[in-house]
């Protein structure tokens, strides 16, 4: 397989902001001039497709070009046989990413917010695997059972057992690491008791289950008005998308690339060598 940087978005926790995270990292990336190949693994729902079919048919209205990456996305096996249906997933998913990894830099990978095979195995492709969660206990529950009182981490919970099974897996196919990630989502712009207590316990929490913790996004309007255009705050400098730059996109541009830079893809250095006639036109 060739050197694409894959990254896989990944929480079982609905609605933490997977898709949007994805989206904003697909169109960062291919507005610094680098190809991008995306999966989308969210069958039936396919936010991440549906996003990016809504990109491609404003382009047809607009009558404008924006950067798209090459995505696919897979279904669930349709074999009833557990066997047949986990060795079929895996074997399209493996060819997908090989075909990717040929001709791509990059690889974003979107996940469902609920645990499915498919989902399981591509957790095992990721060099980087991007968390978000809400800034909420109850999202926190997937990662770890936490002490109501003293809010001391009792232990990992399901989400953070999968990682680590698909960490194992990836180590046993090729000996790679995967970079976890987890990011806070939504946070409030008004400090609370609940968000000075999350950041207590995340701190806690990566160091017991080895994770980084990102800056995070701020829960801002435009993360979710520009999905029927299929644009992103990034493509907002474009006259056409029709919406003005404020403050708080400037922000949130901000908080988009700080996330590039812990995952650290934001210095030119780390960037993997671009392929041949692989670059995309930045708006
Ligand atoms: N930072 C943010 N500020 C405001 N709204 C946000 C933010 N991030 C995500 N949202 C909104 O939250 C909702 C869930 O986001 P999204 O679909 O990206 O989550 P998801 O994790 O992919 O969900 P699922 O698990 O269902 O796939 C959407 O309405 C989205 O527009
Ligand atoms: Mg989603």
Redesign the pocket.
């Known amino acids: 397989m060739s050197q694409a940087h894959i990254v896989v978005i990944g929480?079982q926790k609905?609605?933490?902001?997977?898709?949007?995270t994805a989206m904003h990292l697909i169109v960062s990336l291919l507005n610094r001039g680098y190809s991008v190949g995306s999966v989308d693994l969210?069958d039936p729902?396919a936010?991440l497709s549906r996003y990016l079919e809504n990109r491609r048919n404003f382009m047809g209205s607009a009558d404008m070009i924006l950067s798209m990456p090459e995505h696919h996305t897979l279904a669930r096996s349709i074999y009833d046989n557990r066997a047949l249906a986990h060795g079929d997933e895996l074997a399209r998913l493996d060819s997908c990413i090989q075909s990717l990894a040929a001709t791509n830099d990059f690889i974003v990978i979107d996940t469902?917010?609920s645990d499915s095979h498919l989902s399981q195995v591509g957790h095992s492709y990721a060099d980087t695997l991007v968390t978000p969660m809400n800034d909420s206990f109850i999202d926190l529950d997937l990662l770890a059972k936490v002490d109501p009182e003293t809010h001391e981490v009792i232990r990992p919970s399901g989400y953070a057992e999968m990682v680590w099974e698909q960490k194992k897996a990836r180590a046993i196919r090729d000996g790679g690491q995967v970079d976890w990630i987890v990011m806070r989502?939504?946070l409030s712009t008004i400090g609370s008791r609940n968000t000075r207590a999350m950041e207590e316990v995340l701190g806690a929490l990566s160091k017991r289950i080895g994770f980084r913790i990102a800056p995070g996004?701020?829960?801002?309007v435009v993360?979710?008005e520009l999905?029927l255009k299929g644009l992103t705050l990034l493509d907002l400098r474009n006259s056409e998308s029709g919406i003005r730059m404020n403050m708080s996109h400037v922000a949130a541009r901000q908080e988009v690339r700080a996330l590039l830079t812990t995952i650290g893809l934001d210095q030119p250095s780390n960037y993997p060598v671009m392929a041949e006639g692989s670059g995309t036109h930045p708006l």
Do not use: A, V
């Open positions: 929480n609905g609605g933490s902001g997977k898709s949007t969210d729902q936010t469902p917010g989502n939504r996004f701020g829960e801002r993360f979710r999905f």
